[in-house]
Nanobody, 124 residues
């Protein structure tokens, strides 16, 4: 079993930055790829970013490319999502998810384990 806990969300103004963390406990962290997804009120869950179990491969949604950076520290069992130049349309609950494979990709159905989410609100 794998447990994921997100942190770092909050209320910021447009143009600000936030760094989300996803702390993973349970089985070998380095055996899991991690993805970040978000869900805004009244909208479907959407892919944000993903990283392979080694950290050598990453992927981003077009809407965040160039503004968000995903990274992982396998010594700390933590994945980060650095979010810069935030926009009001980035407002959502952000979830991290784990998949027991090299790379999980953008399809949320690929992921086996999910955190509870952290709220990000960007005011204009």
């Amino acid at each position: 079993q794998v447990q994921l806990v997100e942190s770092g969300g909050g209320l910021v103004q447009a143009g600000a930055s936030l760094r989300l963390s996803c702390a993973v406990s349970g089985r070998a962290f380095s055996a899991y790829s991690i993805g970040w997804f978000r869900q805004a009120p009244g909208k479907e869950r959407e892919f944000v970013a993903a990283i392979s179990w080694s950290g050598s491969s990453t992927g981003y949604a077009d809407s965040v490319k160039g503004r968000f950076t995903i990274s992982r520290d396998n010594n700390k069992n933590t994945v980060y999502l650095q979010m810069n130049s935030l926009k009001p349309e980035d407002t959502a609950v952000y979830y991290c998810a784990a998949r027991s494979a090299y790379y999980g990709g953008s399809d949320f159905s690929n992921y086996n384990y999910w955190g509870q989410g952290t709220q990000v609100t960007v005011s204009s």
